[in-house]
């Protein structure tokens, strides 16, 4: 895109299959780490040692999780900006946040009280933004703005699989508890080795030392507010816009991510329209049955985008699509409304999820504090996951039963999100 970077603010140079390659394989493996252990591990432990109040305790572990992410993601992102490092500036960060996430997954799979587990999650979110907040500046860093939606259609697949991959933790043959956390860690590490051992990492734009040349260009400081270039207040409403935007999308899967398991079990009434079946594996296989969905609108989105130099109507369609998604669960708990749902919803997501990052990755002020920029971006993702336990718990009233209310507010602040959108001007 012709919108943010001009000749020479960004990398020029196409990146090849193999480097697309392990980047997508190091997204899978980020997704793992969390999908399946936050939308299906973490709901069934709070179940387990709060069973009168299972709600409660997942939206008091789902906020102060978001809380501690919010703070770690901008950090680690400003850190790594600076980092000078003989494997670079990006992989030290994400190699110690692997070590962490499995040393997480110990703490939650052995926890004894509700405590306990509210400490493991915190330390799995200090960790997982330990890695995920470097992992994501690699795409700005060394991906050309022609390529940023073919690259980011690949990277889209990180989140059908990470959610697929609740499928094998939750298959029967697998013993509850620390086995499926053993699995979860095998996978995570598989996938991101890969790129740790060979990712050409690099300084930042400019040379070893952090501070800007004595005359840059006005690109080079498209960061700085204080400024007289007319250039700039447009792409501070910009990135603001699409800051705005991806905030109320990713309220919706916020909701969608943490409690789908018990709308399944206390709405959609399962385990009645299934006897014999769990509902984890019933939300594990509905989320298998979309996967190809979401992966085909991604994919298929993405590359669309870069060819018709298009992005905000690629999200306001993908916006519209979960809001449908979100209303069938309002309106049809009886089988097969749960499926035609996730369906929907699915290639609504799988759309965004891949536009989206694109544009995101467009509208940064500057390649050298991507990741503290991207970091902002992430409050994104943390904040809305603070306020969704409160919207949820006043949505779903003191019975917490309100399901068809709960999902037709976050289909509307959906819909917000893909008008939003459209307040972006440098980006088409």
């Known amino acids: 895109m012709r919108a943010v970077q001009t000749p020479g603010d960004g990398p020029q140079t196409p990146v090849g299959p193999g480097f697309i390659a392990v980047l997508t394989l190091a997204y899978i493996g980020a997704f793992v780490a969390f999908v399946p252990l936050l939308t299906l591990l973490v709901p069934l432990q709070a179940?387990?040692?709060?069973?009168?109040?299972?709600?409660?305790?997942?939206?008091?572990?789902?906020?102060?999780?978001?809380?501690?992410?919010?703070?770690?993601?901008?950090?680690?992102?400003?850190?790594?900006?600076?980092?000078?490092?003989?494997?670079?500036?990006?992989?030290?960060?994400?190699?110690?946040?692997?070590?962490?996430?499995?040393?997480?997954?110990?703490?939650?799979?052995?926890?004894?009280?509700?405590g306990t587990l509210l400490a493991g999650v915190i330390l799995f979110q200090l960790a997982f933004n330990m890695l995920f907040a470097p992992l994501t500046a690699v795409l700005a860093d060394q991906t050309p703005d022609r390529q940023k939606g073919r690259v980011a259609a690949f990277l889209g697949l990180g989140a059908p699989m990470g959610a697929a991959s609740g499928v094998l933790v939750t298959a029967p043959a697998l013993p509850e508890g620390g086995a499926r956390l053993l699995l979860l860690g095998g996978l995570v590490s598989?996938?991101?080795?890969?790129?740790?051992?060979?990712?050409?990492?690099?300084?930042?734009?400019?040379?070893?030392?952090?501070?800007?040349?004595?005359?840059?260009?006005?690109?080079?400081?498209?960061?700085?507010?204080?400024?007289?270039?007319?250039?700039?207040?447009?792409?501070?409403?910009?990135?603001?816009?699409?800051?705005?935007?991806?905030?109320?999308?990713?309220?919706?899967?916020?909701?969608?991510?943490?409690?789908m398991l018990f709308y399944l079990a206390d709405h959609a009434r399962y385990a009645e329209q299934f006897p014999g079946a769990t509902v984890e594996g019933g939300l594990a296989r509905l989320i298998a049955l979309s996967t190809l969905l979401v992966v085909l609108s991604g994919f298929l989105g993405g590359l669309a985008s870069d060819r018709l130099d298009r992005r905000k109507g690629f999200i306001g369609l993908a916006a519209?699509?979960?809001?449908?998604?979100?209303?069938?669960?309002?309106?049809?708990?009886?089988?097969?409304?749960?499926?035609?749902?996730?369906?929907?919803?699915?290639?609504?997501?799988?759309?965004?999820?891949?536009?989206?990052?694109?544009?995101?990755?467009?509208?940064?002020?500057?390649?050298?504090?991507?990741?503290?920029?991207?970091?902002?971006?992430?409050?994104?993702?943390?904040?809305?996951?603070?306020?969704?336990?409160?919207?949820?718990?006043?949505?779903?009233?003191?019975?917490?039963?309100?399901w068809p209310r709960l999902m037709t507010l976050i289909a509307v602040i959906a819909v917000a999100g893909g008008a939003v959108v459209f307040g972006v001007r440098r980006v088409r």
């Not at 850190?79 to 110990?106: C, E, K």
């Open 47 to 114: 179940e387990a040692l709060a069973p009168t109040d299972k709600v409660g305790l997942l939206s008091l572990v789902t906020l102060w999780g978001a809380v501690i992410a919010s703070g770690a993601n901008i950090a680690v992102g400003w850190a790594s900006d600076r980092t000078r490092h003989p494997l670079g500036r990006r992989r030290p960060w994400i190699l110690a946040g692997l070590i962490g996430v499995l040393v997480s997954y110990a703490v939650i799979a052995l926890a004894p009280t509700p």
């Open 190 to 259: 598989a996938c991101l080795l890969p790129l740790l051992l060979t990712l050409r990492d690099t300084s930042p734009p400019g040379g070893p030392s952090p501070a800007p040349p004595p005359s840059p260009p006005p690109a080079a400081t498209a960061d700085r507010i204080p400024s007289r270039d007319a250039r700039l207040p447009r792409l501070s409403v910009d990135f603001g816009f699409t800051w705005a935007s991806r905030f109320c999308l990713q309220i919706a899967a916020s909701v969608v991510n943490a409690y």
């Open 320 to 402: 519209l699509l979960m809001a449908g998604g979100l209303m069938v669960f309002a309106a049809w708990p009886a089988w097969p409304g749960p499926l035609v749902g996730y369906a929907l919803y699915g290639v609504g997501f799988g759309l965004y999820t891949t536009v989206d990052a694109a544009l995101v990755a467009q509208v940064l002020p500057s390649r050298r504090h991507s990741a503290r920029d991207l970091g902002v971006m992430n409050l994104t993702n943390t904040l809305p996951a603070i306020l969704a336990p409160a919207l949820v718990l006043a949505a779903l009233g003191p019975d917490r039963a309100d």
